[in-house]
Structure formats: C-alpha cells, structure tokens
Nanobody, 119 residues
Framework: QVQLVESGGGLAQAGGSLRLSCVAS??????????MGWYRQAPGKQRELVAA???????NYIDSVKGRFTISRDNDKKAVFLQLNSLKPEDTAVYYC???????????WGQGTQVTVST
C-alpha cells in the first residue's frame, strides 16, 4: 500500500515562506518511476495542479506561482518538496502531494496540509 504524507504547512504572513514536504512509503512503490506533483484547493474552488516534477527532473508550474515556488525531489529519500516564497493571501489553500505516471498525476494522494497566508 502506498502512502504519501505531507508536512510543513501552517500560517505565514504575506511575503513570507514555507517549505512543504511529502514522503512516500510502500514496499513496492518505486518512487523514482513516478511523476510527482503538488496540487492545491482553496475554499469554493477546484483543485489545481500547482507544480510537477518528472522522473528526469523537468519541472512545470502554473503561471501564478512561477518565480515564487520551487518543486524538487529526492529519490533516495522518496520525498518531494515545495518551497513557497513571496507568499500571497491567494496562496491560501490545502496543498496535496500526488504521484502518477506521465501527465496523469493522480494515482496516489496525500491527506493534504493547510497553508494559510495572512495580510
């Protein structure tokens, strides 16, 4: 059974930073073979894919976070990270870690971690 466990969320002021972590477990889960992503869902809004990192390390971001957020991965630790800088109130959401194959980053999900940005 595959588990993704996020941590690092919390309360930050606008302009501040947070670092989210997601650690995967599961004896048969070959982490390095999966594309990893971070989604977020704000109240009343649809879940959106914020950032993704492919098995080769290629990254993609939505326009609203480019230059502010950085996704990275450590295959040896089976972990993926999201560095959130220059936070804005509109970044407030529950952030979810996910794993998938290719462009479909929805095979496995974490439980989510709340990020709240105050003005």
């Amino acid at each position: 059974q595959v588990q993704l466990v996020e941590s690092g969320g919390g309360l930050a002021q606008a302009g501040g930073s947070l670092r989210l972590s997601c650690v995967a477990s599961g004896s048969n889960f070959l982490f390095r073979a999966y594309t990893m992503g971070w989604y977020r869902q704000a109240p009343g809004k649809q879940r959106e894919l914020v950032a993704a990192i492919a098995i080769g390390g290629t990254t993609n971001y939505i326009d609203s976070v480019k230059g502010r957020f950085t996704i990275s991965r450590d295959n040896d630790k089976k972990a993926v990270f999201l560095q959130l800088n220059s936070l804005k109130p509109e970044d407030t959401a529950v952030y979810y870690c996910a794993a998938g194959v290719g462009g479909r980053i929805n095979s496995y999900w974490g439980q989510g971690t709340q990020v709240t940005v105050s003005t």
